[in-house]
């Protein structure tokens, strides 16, 4: 059964169509990414489905509930979580405070005075699993603004599997990172998604990792959907060779 489905999504900026029809199916449990060049509608989709914009026609449902138009807070609550292209945290604050406010902004009863204690120590606990599952343990206490980027580009993964998500977004995840370090945050994402419990879309634009990382594939041009399919597939479509992979395969 689908997770995320979209049907005819659209989205125009006056004369400008960003996304154009998409129509996408994610299972459950499913890795699937989403490539095309600059421009050619990726974060725009994203902003859509997590409720950033709100689409200019089509159908949004995540569960099988429509989410489309609704507020990113209601979104996210429903179990559908995100990272950015440009890393969000509290640089000043520990990355074990960052992932611990990313967990309480999802558990009942959080920012309420009373039962505060418990509200709080289940927070910390799931802030810290979400660490330990990223590999950032031996960071937790360093003032986020001062990890490596590599660091700071997976506590924000971490941030985000803190809300314990039934769907995660990943928006360039390796974006601005050095070789070394995409090499290791590929390898921890790859283990963190072997058991299928999570369903992942990604943003990437990196090709090693989007077919280290993702089963399926939808190609993106111009807000269209190009290709969708498997990488062998995908890697042997002309037209998305001729508009993005420049004879990768």
């Known amino acids: 059964m689908a997770l995320l489905e979209l049907d005819g999504l659209t989205k125009r900026y006056g004369g400008i169509t960003a996304v154009n029809g998409v129509t996408m199916r994610v299972e459950a449990g499913e890795v ?3 490539i095309g060049p600059n421009g050619a509608g ?3 989709l994203f902003h ?3 409720g950033v914009v709100r689409p200019t026609a089509g159908s949004i449902r995540f569960d099988g509930r429509e989410v489309a138009g609704e507020t990113s807070y209601r979104i996210c609550k429903l179990g559908l979580s995100r990272t950015f292209q440009l890393t969000a945290l509290f640089p ?3 990355a074990r405070e960052n992932a611990r406010l990313s967990a309480q902004s999802h558990l009942p009863r959080s920012w309420q005075p009373w039962g505060g204690r418990s509200v709080f120590a289940e927070a910390s606990r799931r802030g810290d699993e979400a660490l330990e599952r990223l590999g950032l343990t031996h960071v937790a206490g360093r003032p986020a603004g001062l990890l490596s980027h590599g660091d700071q580009r997976l506590l924000e993964v971490a941030m985000a599997l803190a809300q314990r998500p039934r769907a995660l977004l990943l928006d360039e995840p390796t974006q601005g990172l050095s070789v070394e370090e995409t090499l290791s945050a590929v390898e921890t994402l790859a283990g963190l998604l072997t058991d299928g419990s999570l369903t992942v879309l990604l943003v990437e634009h990196d090709m090693e990792v989007v077919f280290r ?3 399926k594939i939808t ?3 111009r807000g269209t959907v190009i290709a969708d399919g498997d990488p062998e597939s995908v ?3 002309e037209e998305v060779q001729a508009a993005y992979l420049g004879g990768y395969a």
């Open 32 to 34: 699937r990414a989403v």
């Open 219 to 221: 190609v993106l041009h």
């Open 42 to 44: 990726k974060t725009s």
């Open 235 to 237: 890697k042997a479509n």
């Open 213 to 215: 990382l993702a089963k």
């Open 48 to 50: 859509l489905i997590t």
């Open 92 to 94: 000043e604050m520990s």
